[in-house]
C-alpha cells in the first residue's frame, strides 16, 4: 500500500512538473498574412506597372543574392566584410555570452558536488581536554534541487530561447551587413560614373565656350554671350568638387564596413570594370515563407518564447523548493580514532509571508510577455510593410529608368542638333546652352536611377530576409 502511495505522489509530481514546462516551437504571432504581396500579384506584376518582379508561393527566399549582380568585386567586398566587420564579430561574442548563461541555467537541473578539505591545530578548551591537537577532514558534499514545479526547466527554457534569439540577431546583422555593402558599393560607383559623366559634359561646354569666344572676336557673338557660356562652364565645374567629395564618403563607409581603415581597398574598388546589365527575372517568395526566415521576426519570436518561459519561472516561486543533500567524509585527529561522518537529508522551503512580492514579480513577467507579443505582432507587421515599399519602390525605379534612359537619348541629339544649327546660324547660343545642360541632367539622373535600381533590389532581397544562411 504504501508502494503504491508512492508511485502516485511521483506520478502527480511528473505532471506538474510536466505542466509547468515552457512551451516549445515557434509561437504564432496572431496576424494574418497574406497569400501574395499587394504589389506584385498572381505570376506577373501590376497590370498598370510594366516591372519586372513575378511572386510565386513555391519561391524560396535567396541567401546568396549578390551572386545575381555578376560583379566580382562586389563578392570579393562582401567576403572580405563577412571576415572582418566589427558589428559581425561583436554579435557573435553576444552569441557566446548567451550560451554560457544557458550552461549556467541548465547546471541548476543537475546535482551540486564539492569537495570539503581542511587541516588545524588547536587547543579549543573542554572539547580536547585543554590540549593541543591537529585535526585533518575531508569530505564530499552533495546537493540536488529536485525541481518538482518546473521552475528551473522554465529558466533553462528562456535562457535557450535567449540563445536562439543572440543566434537570429547575428544573422540579422548578417543580412544587414550583406546590404549596406552593397548599397555603398553601388553608391560608390554612382557617384565614380557621375563624376565622369559631369567632366565629359564640361568638356564639351568648354569647347562652346572657345566657339563663343571665336565668334565675338568675329563680331558674331557679344559679351554677353560669352559671359552666359562661361557661367555655365562655372556652374558644371561647381558640381564636381560635391561629387568627389561624396565619393571619399562612400568609399570611406565601405572601408569601415570591411573592418578596415579608410583607404585601405580604393585601388580595389577604382579597378573596378563596368557594371553588367540587372537580372530582371525575379521571384518573390510568398509572405509567409519571407517572415519565417526574416531574422528580425524571429527575433522577436524568441524574444516573446523567452517571456513565456520567464512567466512559469516567476508563477512556480508560490510552490516549495526542495532538495536533497548528502555528505560523506573522513577524519582524523591527534589522540583520537578515525571517524568517517555522514549526512543525508531533505530540505524544503515553502514562502509563507512576503508582502506581495512573488505576486509582484508574476505581475511584472505577465506585463513582459504581453509587450513581448506585441513587440512580436508590430515587428511582423513592420516586415510586411518594409518588403511592400521595397517592392513598390523598385517597380516603380524600373519605370522611371526607362523613361530616363529614352530621355538621354532625346537630349543627346537636341544638343548635336543645336549646336549644327548655332555653328551654321540658325539659331541662338541660349538653345545651346539649354540642350547642354538639359543633357547633363538626364544623363545624371539617368545614372542615379540605375543605381537606385540596384540598391531598390539589394532591398528586396534585405527585406526577405536573403542572406543570413551560411
Request: aromatic share 6%; net charge negative; hydrophobic share 40%.
Amino acid at each position: 500500500m504504501f508502494k503504491r502511495s508512492r508511485s502516485i505522489v511521483v506520478i502527480s509530481l511528473a505532471l506538474i512538473s510536466a505542466s509547468c514546462t515552457s512551451p516549445v516551437g515557434p509561437q504564432d504571432s496572431g496576424i494574418s498574412l497574406p497569400n501574395l504581396w499587394a504589389r506584385v500579384t498572381g505570376d506577373k506584376p501590376m497590370a498598370d506597372l510594366n516591372a519586372p518582379l513575378a511572386a510565386s508561393p513555391d519561391a524560396g527566399v535567396e541567401q546568396k543574392w549578390w551572386t545575381r549582380f555578376d560583379d566580382p568585386v562586389l563578392d570579393g567586398l562582401i567576403a572580405e566584410a563577412l571576415v572582418n566587420n566589427k558589428t559581425l564579430q561583436l554579435a557573435k561574442a553576444r552569441v557566446d555570452e548567451a550560451s554560457a548563461g544557458r550552461v549556467i541555467a541548465r547546471a541548476a537541473l543537475l546535482p551540486e558536488i564539492n569537495a570539503v578539505g581542511s587541516a588545524q591545530r588547536a587547543n579549543q578548551g573542554y572539547a580536547t581536554y585543554n590540549k593541543a591537537i591537529g585535526v585533518a577532514q575531508i569530505e564530499g558534499q552533495a546537493s540536488w534541487e529536485l525541481d518538482l514545479f518546473g521552475r528551473n526547466q522554465a529558466l533553462t527554457a528562456q535562457a535557450t530561447a535567449i540563445l536562439q534569439s543572440q543566434e537570429i540577431s547575428q544573422q540579422a546583422v548578417r543580412v544587414s551587413l550583406l546590404a549596406d555593402v552593397a548599397r555603398s558599393y553601388f553608391d560608390l560607383r554612382s557617384y565614380q560614373q557621375q563624376i565622369v559623366l559631369t567632366k565629359q559634359n564640361l568638356e564639351t561646354q568648354k569647347m562652346t565656350l572657345q566657339i563663343t569666344l571665336a565668334q565675338k572676336q568675329g563680331a558674331l557673338a557679344s559679351d554677353f554671350d560669352v559671359q552666359r557660356t562661361a557661367a555655365q562652364v562655372s556652374t558644371t565645374e561647381s558640381l564636381i568638387p560635391a561629387l568627389e567629395s561624396a565619393h571619399d564618403q562612400a568609399l570611406n563607409r565601405l572601408n569601415v564596413l570591411l573592418g578596415l581603415p579608410p583607404g585601405s581597398r580604393d585601388t580595389l574598388v577604382q579597378e573596378a570594370g563596368a557594371l553588367k546589365p540587372l537580372d530582371h527575372h525575379i521571384v518573390i517568395a510568398a509572405p509567409a515563407k519571407v517572415m519565417a526566415t526574416r531574422p528580425d521576426v524571429r527575433v522577436a519570436e524568441r524574444n516573446f518564447a523567452a517571456s513565456i518561459s520567464a512567466t512559469d519561472a516567476a508563477r512556480a516561486q508560490v510552490f516549495p523548493d526542495i532538495s536533497l543533500t548528502a555528505l560523506f567524509g573522513a577524519q582524523t585527529a591527534t589522540g583520537f580514532a578515525p571517524m568517517n561522518p555522514w549526512s543525508v537529508g531533505l530540505n524544503l522551503t515553502q514562502p509563507i509571508l512576503n508582502f506581495g512580492r512573488i505576486e509582484a514579480q508574476i505581475d511584472q513577467a505577465d506585463s513582459r510577455q504581453r509587450q513581448s507579443f506585441l513587440t512580436y505582432q508590430q515587428t511582423v507587421l513592420s516586415a510586411l510593410e518594409d518588403m511592400e515599399n521595397s517592392l513598390s519602390s523598385y517597380i516603380h525605379e524600373s519605370q522611371r529608368n526607362a523613361s530616363l534612359t529614352t530621355s538621354v537619348g532625346q537630349n543627346r541629339r537636341a544638343m548635336e542638333l543645336a549646336q549644327q544649327q548655332y555653328q551654321n546660324g540658325y539659331t541662338g547660343l541660349l538653345d545651346v546652352l539649354v540642350a547642354e545642360r538639359d543633357l547633363l541632367d538626364a544623363e545624371s539622373n539617368q545614372t542615379a536611377s540605375s543605381y537606385t535600381l540596384r540598391k531598390n533590389l539589394v532591398s528586396i532581397y534585405a527585406a526577405a530576409g536573403g542572406g543570413w544562411e551560411e
